[in-house]
């Protein structure tokens, strides 16, 4: 060792001898001692309140510092330096303790507990059993807290969605549990205050609960489209598999998927949905849905009314119906003859204040929505047969030839009767029919006879809305002529007659105020006004058959709708299903020529010249 590391060496020495108390140059008597801590208030303080701690110690030298300590559990801190400590004091903050030191050493106080009130803390809830129940078991809850003084009171609530219900008191609560109840919490109450505990859910299983689709798509679903529909549902444990059901108009169901999503491909029709969930507790099913799905008009139609036989100007009302979603928008109607169409006018209803039903005008509408538009098919009007005033029987030779023409809708049956016998075609009595347009039919019927024989021939036509007769007159037309110049001999004759006859009344005047003509000269009178009336083109109907029949010139003139009441009770020579028709008498009609306005819903008499 060198010179002078010796003398650093015994220098330490010197010096450690002589400061045996830690002070240098001094000596250490007293470190130390009696170290205590005074509180200010002494007694208890509530929590948050301010307190003074004063750190004492006896020491020599007396030149001491101080250090203070705050003591919680596992943890000690430093809380502040000097022989007073000014602090609050908080419920886990009450242990404190202080350190003196001086140069010969270090001593600390023992630890002094503050004494704090302070309302509830740490306040719990345990639950027995602790694991999963099933819905509607018993639980036992038990609240606990660590308040100065103790908790006093308790209170128990259940919360369902943001309410609070009351249970009742005590530290222990036994209640049912469910999958709507499930939650409770405490309150605990003391002199300083109270807490609530923390909100505690049981573990309640169920069954799947309040079930439903939703659709990917909030708004209306187009025809033809695709939509996708989800399955939800409340479980406990989760939903474990789940079935997609379709219900057709039916009431048929259909297992068409079984994951929790279904997607439809194809919407259309009225077809409804709905799933079941399930898991280990059970299942539930969905309400069904019926998707608003939106299409075109569909199944467009006309509807007439009345809806039976309508008469010529009269009232019809058309209406237009179609299956639309949304509903239609408009309405549009059009009117077609032969192959033309015109637009008539728009709305649901046409109103045709005079309907001209022969001219077989027929009608159709169109109706529209967004989507687009549908058309009807053509609706025409249905009406009993009308016969026409240019039906005619002709005489020529061998041969009378009977034409009949009808219009009808549906289209009319025309059958012929001679004499109240019902005629079928054959070589005797042909039997020709051809179409007049759309809903008219001419009937012709060829008869071969003598000239003598003048029959009575009956057209008949019917269809499902009624039926009309006509009954013609046939003469020969070889002997017109001559009835034309005998007529004028006659008429000759009478007027010779009627001037002797007016004056022998003259002459005779003062011996008679009344006169009476013979029965022949009444003939001549009328044979010369028959004779006359051959020259005019007429059509003319029997005495006997209007004195007959008092509706055949019409009661209200346009003639009876419907079966006419001529037709009764079958007859052996009616065909099966035919017209029941009650014949005149056997023998020559009586055509004495009187005009009369044709009404063909009425069997009439109808005299043609040829």
């Known amino acids: 060792m060198k010179g002078a590391e010796r003398l650093i060496f015994l220098g330490w020495l010197l010096t450690g001898t002589l400061c045996q108390g830690g002070v240098e140059g001094t000596v250490c008597t ?46 000690t801190r430093s809380t502040g330096y000097g022989p007073v400590l000014r602090t609050k004091i908080w419920a886990d903050n009450t242990h404190f303790y202080c350190e003196a030191k001086n140069k010969c050493g270090a001593h600390n106080s023992t630890i002094t507990k503050v004494t704090v009130w302070y309302g509830p803390k740490t306040m719990s809830v345990s639950i027995t059993p602790s694991g999963p129940v099933f819905d509607g078991a018993m639980v036992i809850l038990t609240c606990s807290s660590n308040g100065n003084p103790p908790v006093s009171s308790f209170t128990w609530y259940s919360v369902k969605g943001d309410q609070a219900t009351r249970l009742g008191v005590g530290t222990r609560l036994e209640t049912s549990v469910s999958a709507e109840v499930h939650q409770f919490y405490c309150e605990g109450r003391n002199d300083h205050g109270g807490q609530n505990s923390t909100l505690i859910e049981v573990v309640v299983q169920y069954p799947p609960r309040n079930t439903s689709v939703s659709v990917n798509s909030s708004g209306p679903v187009l025809k033809g489209s695709s939509v996708t529909l989800t399955c939800i549902s409340d479980a406990n444990p989760p939903v474990s598999s789940y079935n997609w059901y379709s219900v057709d108009e039916s009431e048929t169901r259909s297992v068409i998927g079984v994951e929790q999503m279904y997607t439809v491909a194809n919407v259309h029709g009225n077809t409804q949905y709905f799933c079941i969930a399930k898991n280990q507790h059970g299942s539930d099913n969905s309400t069904t849905l019926q998707l608003d799905i939106q299409y075109p008009p569909r199944n467009t139609s006309v509807s007439v009314s009345p809806s039976d036989s309508v008469l010529e100007d009269s009232s019809v009302t058309l ?65 009993a047969p009308q016969i026409s005033s240019s039906s005619r029987c002709l005489h020529s030779g061998s041969q009378v030839s009977c034409t009949c023409d009808s219009h009808a809708n549906p289209a009319p049956l025309v059958q012929w009767r001679l004499s109240g016998r019902h005629v079928n075609h054959s070589t005797a009595t042909a039997i020709r029919e051809e179409p007049l347009g759309r809903i008219g039919l001419r009937s012709t019927l060829t008869i071969r006879q003598s000239q003598e024989d003048t029959p009575t021939a009956l057209c008949l036509s019917s269809n499902s809305q009624g039926s009309a007769s006509l009954q013609l007159c046939v003469t020969s037309t070889g002997y017109q002529m001559l009835s034309l110049l005998v007529g004028a001999g006659a008429g000759a004759a009478g007027m010779l007659l009627l001037c002797v006859v007016t004056c022998v009344i003259a002459r005779r005047l003062h011996a008679k105020t009344t006169w009476d003509l013979k029965p022949e000269d009444i003939t001549e009178l009328i044979l010369t006004d028959w004779t006359l009336s051959q020259e005019e083109d007429s059509l003319y109907a029997s005495k006997s058959t209007l004195t007959g029949h008092p509706r055949a010139n019409g009661a209200n003139g346009k003639g009876t709708r419907g079966v006419n009441p001529d037709l009764h009770g079958p007859q052996p020579t009616d065909p099966p299903g035919g017209l029941h028709y009650k014949p005149p008498p056997i023998g020559p009609p009586n055509c004495d020529h009187v005009p009369l306005q044709h009404s063909s819903l009425d069997t009439t008499t109808t005299w043609i010249e040829g």
């Open 30 to 75: 007293n470190p130390p001692r009696n170290t205590s801590v005074s509180v200010i208030p002494s007694g208890e303080v509530l929590e948050g309140s301010s307190v003074t701690l004063t750190c004492s110690s006896d020491a020599n030298p007396p030149g001491i510092s101080y250090r203070w300590y705050s003591v919680r559990v596992g943890d």
């Open 319 to 383: 209406t237009c119906s179609s299956d639309a979603n949304p509903p239609v928008t408009s309405y549009r109607w059009y009117s077609v003859r032969e192959g033309k169409e015109d637009y008539v006018a728009s709305g649901q209803k046409l109103i045709q204040a005079t309907m001209n039903v022969i001219d077989g005008r027929e009608y159709y509408c169109k109706a529209q929505n967004h989507h687009g538009e549908d058309q009807s098919m053509t609706a025409s009007m249905e009406f």
